[in-house]
T-cell receptor
């Protein structure tokens, strides 16, 4: 069975500081990995995804993530956080089953940005 | 695109009542997904449509839940005899099949509170 662990429920960073959100996954084959962001009152928005190839993935809004198979991790990073990045971030793992995208989400990490 | 639209945004109901939610996907998207998100958890898959055909249902979808997509456009999710445990955010997502490049677009969700 596939699963995702996001060990940090809540993280606070100062504006301009760097950010790393942790994600560990369990999946039987080569995983498809995703990071989504959810702002209050908004739906989930895809930040980036990894399917294959280069293990460092660039996404929108200046985010990147690195796939490390040996550590079963897919951590999200941003070199300099902006106040508008305050939101909840979800890591997800999945693949294609029955011809559609079957995704399991983690429990999320809530990011607070302080001035 | 105009995005995925969900109605209502909020629904408060008494235990035992029936409720129905509506999702309008992005017009050219023929795939539609329903997810449920409870407090402190990530979204959990409920069901999936390809056009009007409901192709997969999670075991989370008890007999009290029914989803339809009668003309392959909008979809409804009905919960009969609501229970307090049904309180959650119900998210809809739509996509166009592009193999591994399929991207899910999420609506803002319907927040259900069962009193």
């Amino acid at each position: 069975a596939q699963s995702v662990t996001q060990p940090d429920i809540h993280i606070t960073v100062s504006e301009g500081a760097s950010l790393e959100l942790r994600c560990n996954y369990s999946y039987g084959a080569t995983p498809y990995l995703f990071w989504y962001v959810q702002s209050p009152g908004q739906g989930l928005q895809l930040l980036l995804k990894y399917f294959s190839g280069d293990t460092l993935v660039q996404g929108i809004k200046g985010f990147e993530a690195e796939f490390k198979r040996s550590q079963s991790s897919f951590n999200l990073r941003k070199p300099s956080v902006h106040w508008s990045d305050a939101a909840e971030y979800f890591c997800a793992v999945g693949g294609y089953s029955g011809g559609y995208q079957k995704v399991t989400f983690g429990t999320g990490t809530k990011l607070q940005v302080i001035p | 695109d105009t995005g995925v639209s969900q109605d209502p945004r909020h629904k408060i109901t008494k235990r035992g009542q029936n409720v129905t939610f509506r999702c309008d996907p992005i017009s050219e998207h023929n795939r539609l997904y329903w997810y449920r998100q409870t407090l402190g958890q990530g979204p959990e898959f409920l069901t999936y449509f390809q056009n009007e055909a409901q192709l997969e249902k999670s075991r989370l979808l008890s007999d009290r839940f029914s989803a339809e997509r009668p003309k392959g456009s909008f979809s409804t999710l009905e919960i009969q005899r609501t229970e307090q445990g049904d309180s959650a955010m119900y998210l809809c997502a739509s996509s166009f099949p592009r193999g591994v490049n399929e991207k899910l677009f999420f609506g803002s969700g319907t927040q259900l509170s069962v009193l």
